[in-house]
Nanobody, 115 residues
């Protein structure tokens, strides 16, 4: 069993920044893939950014150049740095991990971009 705990969400003005954190209960070194997804009201959950165990990243077109995914293996934590936030980035953000034990989700953290 793997537990993922997100933090760092909140209310921010357009153009602002936030950094989300996803702390895992186990060593993320062995995880095949970790990603950040988001779900806005009335919309499907979508991939925002992903990071493979080999360090390859992928991003949704809508966030390229603004968001950066990274990890700290010593802290078993994955981050999502979000800059240049827009109202359309408002959503619940979820951490996801694909591991040898299966696929796991965090509980989500709300990000609201509004003036």
């Amino acid at each position: 069993q793997v537990q993922l705990v997100e933090s760092g969400g909140g209310l921010v003005q357009p153009g602002g920044s936030l950094r989300l954190s996803c702390a895992a209960s186990g060593s993320i070194v062995s995880f095949y893939y970790m990603g950040w997804y988001r779900q806005a009201p009335g919309k499907q959950r979508e991939l925002v950014a992903g990071l493979t165990s080999g360090g390859t990243t992928n991003y949704a077109d809508s966030v390229k150049g603004r968001f950066t995914i990274s990890r700290d293996n010593a802290k078993n934590t994955v981050y999502l740095q979000m800059n240049g936030l827009k109202p359309e980035d408002t959503a619940v953000y979820y951490c996801n991990a694909l591991t040898t034990l299966g696929r796991y989700w965090g509980q989500g953290t709300q990000v609201t971009v509004s003036s």
